[in-house]
């Protein structure tokens, strides 16, 4: 069982005291930059702390992985936080490397992938990398590391991430699972903000006035509501759907980003629709007056003939993982064979998709999510093993502070903060 218990001290002040007790451990300190909301909270306190004198600054090294496929607005806040960085004596290590990322668009070419800084694409890159960025790293293999497993190599001590519980039920339950340690030396990645609510990220930036990339206000201007606004590589699931609009903010980025990934088109095309698992009321209204279709019937269908219908080894992969679950579970409600008929379709090579229905098929099964005595118990069947999860008092952020600063207008509805550790 998973129980949520609630500490006495809010996240703020929490966070100060990990990342304190990170750097008493005597080893380097990673921290994972983005230009992100969350990792620009996470290195805001760590900068301030260091300006205290809490924590050393030549301990600390900030490690950023260039995507490639980014906005021009991240490029220049990584930048800023860069100088800030190096100014303060911290190390700042800024990666352009042949990395693996996945990509959202390729299925139809039986390429689920999307390679940072192809060394065969140059002529076509999105933008160039920086004169001063690390290009090539003697423990990468080039084209098959994703950036964590490339940072799991290059890391010698505690790594630090923005991540966070509230983010996800997946998140909520790996952070939940995690076994105490006698040793940072034991645990690689450690999550200093993971019980912060998108209330609190959002008090944070504004009270500390720190500038955010001007995407997330593009994106919110457009309807993207608080809880959605995250910004990573465009051809991320998460991410794909700024292409359809990108050129409204970005003139001549489009082009760019057609040049290098020609298939980024069918995101303007096919956004709202089962290809991208989406749920809107859009693709509602396109399939208004369509015979129903019977979800169950569908799945059964694509995994009877796996070979057939799947092109790619990570879509076969993933229909075997669905099919096994299926012959385990004795019960399982029609709405949740409408999930596993969109993922099979969209793909799901993170496995968060499998995961979440995983975690509804035990919610449904066990009553989740049931007040006792005042602790909050996550999901009783769906961990293997039983953990507790404390996190501290949110800081309930004010609407109109966060209206005056970075909403233009439009009511922010983001509940309280509370993300992984």
């Known amino acids: 069982m998973i ?26 300190v990673y921290l994972s930059f983005s ?23 030549r301990r600390l090294r900030v490690e950023f992985i260039d995507e490639e496929a980014i906005f021009p607005c991240v490029d220049a806040v990584v930048r800023r936080w860069r100088e800030k960085f190096l100014l303060m004596g ?34 076509c890159w999105i933008r160039e990398p920086p004169p001063f960025a690390i290009r090539s790293h003697p423990r990468l293999t080039p084209r098959e590391d994703t950036y964590q497993q490339f940072l799991l190599k290059v890391c010698d001590g505690p790594h630090m991430t923005g991540l966070r519980v509230f983010e996800s039920v997946q998140r909520r339950v790996a952070i939940a699972l995690q076994k105490p340690v006698a040793s940072l030396a034991k645990r690689q990645t450690v999550e200093p903000i993971y019980d912060w609510r998108d209330d ?48 409204e903010f970005y003139p001549g980025l489009m082009e760019r980003i057609l040049r290098r990934e020609p298939a980024a088109y069918i995101v303007s095309l096919y956004w709202d629709s089962e290809m991208f698992r989406r749920r ?33 080894a990570g879509g076969r992969k993933l229909a075997y993982e669905f099919k096994k679950l299926l012959l385990s579970k004795p019960y399982i409600a029609d709405e949740i ?38 602790a909050l118990i996550i999901s009783p069947s769906a961990a293997k093993a039983g953990a507790v999860h404390a996190v501290s008092k949110p800081r309930r952020s004010q609407t109109e502070q966060l209206q005056s600063k970075y909403s233009s207008g439009r009511q922010s509805r983001t509940p309280g903060a509370v993300d992984p550790a």
């Not at 008090?203 to 457009?222: G, V």
């Not at 019937?297 to 799947?310: C, P, Q, S, T, Y």
């Not at 999930?339 to 098929?361: E, Q, W």
Request: proline share 3%; net charge neutral; aromatic share 8%.
């Open 90 to 123: 911290a190390r700042f290590d800024w990666y352009c490397l042949e990395v693996r990322h996945y990509s959202c668009l390729n299925q139809l070419e039986n390429d689920e992938s999307f390679i940072c800084w192809d060394r065969r694409k140059a002529d």
């Open 200 to 247: 609190d990220v959002w008090r944070y930036l504004s009270e500390n006035d720190i500038d955010i990339p001007a995407a997330y206000m593009h994106l919110f201007q457009i309807g993207v509501p608080a809880r959605a606004l995250r910004i990573s590589q465009f051809f991320s699931v998460d991410t794909a759907h700024t292409l359809a609009r990108v050129g």
């Open 280 to 312: 809107t009321a859009k693709r509602r209204e396109m399939e208004r007056g369509a015979k129903p279709r019977d979800a169950k019937a569908l799945v059964f269908a694509l995994l009877a003939n796996i070979n057939g219908n799947f092109q790619s």
């Open 3 to 28: 129980v949520e218990r609630r500490l006495d001290i809010d996240v703020l002040a929490a966070a100060r005291q990990r990342i304190a007790n990170i750097f008493a451990n005597g080893l380097p």
């Open 35 to 57: 230009g992100g909301k969350d990792s620009l909270v996470l290195a805001d306190i760590a900068a301030k702390m260091v300006a205290e004198g809490a924590i050393d600054p």
């Open 337 to 374: 064979f409408e999930d596993i008929h969109d993922a099979l379709i969209a793909g799901d090579p993170k496995k968060r998709s499998y995961r979440a229905i995983i975690a509804h098929i035990e919610r449904n099964a066990a009553d989740a999510f049931i007040p006792n005595n005042g």
